[in-house]
């Protein structure tokens, strides 16, 4: 039972994070965001910077049950996770340093540069007290070719200019598709700069606020299902995007299918049971839009509580993404690796060949 409330928690998250795809006097909330997602088809270069943090509590029964429940669960409050770098798209290059910080007692941080073409992929040998790895490859970056790796597990090849555009495209459509259908004055809201909490780098003309509350959970839900969710599986089958997604055409067909048959008072039946398992403490989006029109920042923040058999528990979860020297030329601090090595060879020092 706890996989499903979690199950159901990370969908909610899921939800919310798809909207960060693509995303005179100043416009109404929504046609802010509309227009956002617009001008993002147009980011084509950008500096970038993204924290995530999760939180998860579980009653002490549970616990009892599962100790690996409250491992996970320590582990998970007591990491703080930050993506930094730069990217472009043509010609694709895009280079990102990932620094994992573990607190409590067993502290680390572990930093994990990663650089990325069209062709190949560069990653770091890391430095891990509790991984010792050979002197000799630590520092130096290990050079993988994803059509070989893709070609040799028999998946189709997709890592290419032309397929990460397209990708990046219906992010976008699925973000349009999503707020299309979200009315205004139930989710959305602006926020003053001085109420934003905003980073003080971050250039914002607007700021625009989409919540879920538990009073506008069952038209949220039932919008989504019944509106939104017919739409996004309809672009999912589209043949522009055949090869970007990895769902099957019948799979989809019948998942579409399905929310027809359990719509109108089946999904009213089953939001009630919903609402009666799930308060929401803070489920919300913040983005701030810039004075050219592009969306400069993200806050994601998510705060439920889910019952099992009348106990609660506890999961949150926090990411922000601030994007910043938007369509200038990007300065790339790593730059294509010089002193690389092969994935046999890495494996064959770690084997002591």
């Known amino acids: 039972m706890y996989r499903k409330k979690i199950a159901l928690a990370l969908c909610a998250l899921l939800v919310v994070m798809a909207v960060l795809a693509g995303c005179g006097a100043k ?3 929504k046609e802010t965001l509309e227009k956002a997602f617009q001008k993002a088809t147009e980011m ?10 999760m939180n998860m509590d579980f009653p002490a029964d549970a616990i009892a049950e599962n100790p690996q429940l409250a491992v996970s669960a320590q582990m998970l409050k007591n990491m703080e996770l930050a993506v930094s770098g730069a990217y472009q798209q043509e010609p694709f290059q895009m280079e990102m340093n990932i620094e994992a910080k573990l607190k409590g007692d067993m502290a680390m ?14 990653v770091k040998v890391p430095n891990i007290p509790m991984l010792p790895l050979p002197k000799d490859v630590v520092g130096k970056f290990v050079e993988l070719d994803p059509k070989e790796l893709a070609e040799k597990s028999g998946e189709k090849v997709t890592f290419d200019a032309a397929t990460m555009k397209k990708q990046q495209e219906l992010g976008q459509e699925i973000g349009k598709v999503f707020f299309k259908h979200m009315d205004e004055k139930t989710f959305l809201s602006s926020v003053d700069k001085k109420d934003a909490k905003l980073p003080e780098a971050v250039e914002a ?4 606020k989409f919540a879920v509350t538990n009073e506008n959970l069952e038209p949220f839900i039932i919008t989504f299902a019944e509106k939104a969710l017919p739409e996004v599986l309809d672009l999912l089958m589209n043949d522009k995007y055949a090869g970007v997604v990895t769902f099957k055409k019948e799979d989809l067909e019948k998942t ?13 039946t089953a939001v009630a049971k919903m609402k009666e ?5 803070d489920l919300q989006i913040t983005t701030a839009v810039n004075k050219k029109g592009f969306p400069a920042y993200h806050d994601v923040n998510v705060d439920l509580e889910l019952k099992d058999k009348g106990k609660p528990v506890q999961f949150g979860g926090n990411i922000k993404a601030e994007y910043s020297k938007i369509n200038e ?3 790339f601090k790593i730059g294509i690796p010089k002193d690389v090595i092969t ?3 890495l494996m064959a020092k770690i084997n002591g060949q």
């Open 277 to 281: 398992d799930l308060k929401i403490k």
């Open 256 to 268: 579409k299918k399905d929310l027809t048959a359990n719509s109108g008072d089946k999904l009213k």
């Open 109 to 122: 941080n572990i930093n994990l540069p990663i650089v990325m073409t069209d062709q190949k992929i560069w």
């Open 343 to 345: 994935l046999e060879q």
């Open 44 to 53: 084509k270069s950008a500096d970038y910077k993204m924290t995530f943090a």
């Open 205 to 208: 003309n607007q700021i625009v």
């Open 27 to 29: 416009p109404a909330p």
């Open 329 to 331: 030329k990007p300065e």
